[in-house]
T-cell receptor
Framework: DAKTTQPNSMESNEEEPVHLPCNHSTISGTDYIHWYRQLPSQGPEYVIH???SNVNNRMASLAIAEDRKSSTLILHRATLRDAAVYYC??????????????FGQGTILTVHP | AAGVIQSPRHLIKEKRETATLKCYPIPRHDTVYWYQQGPGQDPQFLIS???????DKGSIPDRFSAQQFSDYHSELNMSSLELGDSALYFC???????????FGSGTRLTVV
């Protein structure tokens, strides 16, 4: 049971920002929120993760609601290379022996030129 | 930078045969995870190892076994292969404190 809910698909135009939502209403206090993306026939790729505070890195930003029941992955300027399946995953602390990732249904992001 | 290496990239086996998939984690990563992704499906967790000991187990069939060796590489052994075992098998590695898991490019197993 992945216990996260994401829209099946989203579309964006190139150069525009993209906001990918995720609901995780039953998240526990110790669960991290991880985002991965997967291009066709490739392994999933780490995007970003966070616990309570908003996070930024060179790929994206992660906005976490104050009650932690939802989060939003923000791609500031979508490119064609960002077209992928995006997975929002709740899980344990990275690298712990209980840190497996449970993938659910992700969001298929289509980016139009 | 070194990535997670999986071999072979492609494998074709007949039903009831055996297969061995190998995973070489990023140097100094002590945790390995195996995932199976069927056609059109999301990755499903199979099994993981931390410091050469099994740390967690998912929906891995009894026909499958895995281990992590002293050099931290891992092997997934699959016996009595069935058509339904045809899938992409991914390995990921990590170590406490680092950002994210790094996945390999996968092994595509086709059972005919």
């Amino acid at each position: 049971d992945a216990k996260t809910t994401q829209p099946n698909s989203m579309e964006s135009n190139e150069e525009e920002p993209v906001h990918l939502p995720c609901n995780h209403s039953t998240i526990s206090g110790t669960d991290y929120i991880h985002w991965y993306r997967q291009l066709p026939s490739q392994g999933p790729e780490y995007v970003i993760h966070g616990l309570t505070s908003n996070v930024n890195n060179r790929m994206a930003s992660l906005a976490i609601a104050e009650d932690r029941k939802s989060s939003t992955l923000i791609l500031h300027r979508a490119t064609l290379r960002d077209a992928a399946v995006y997975y929002c995953i709740r899980g344990g602390e990275i690298g712990t022996s209980y840190g497996k990732l449970t993938f659910g249904q992700g969001t298929i992001l289509t980016v139009h030129p | 930078a070194a990535g997670v290496i999986q071999s072979p990239r492609h494998l074709i086996k007949e039903k009831r045969e055996t297969a061995t998939l190998k995973c070489y984690p990023i140097p100094r990563h002590d945790t390995v995870y195996w995932y199976q992704q069927g056609p059109g499906q999301d990755p499903q967790f199979l099994i993981s190892f931390y410091e050469k000991m099994q740390s967690d187990k998912g929906s891995i069939p009894d026909r499958f076994s895995a281990q992590q060796f002293s050099d931290y590489h891992s092997e997934l052994n699959m016996s009595s292969l069935e058509l339904g075992d045809s899938a992409l098998y991914f390995c990921a590695s990590s170590t406490p404190g680092i950002r994210g898991y790094t996945f390999g490019s996968g092994t595509r197993l086709t059972v005919v």
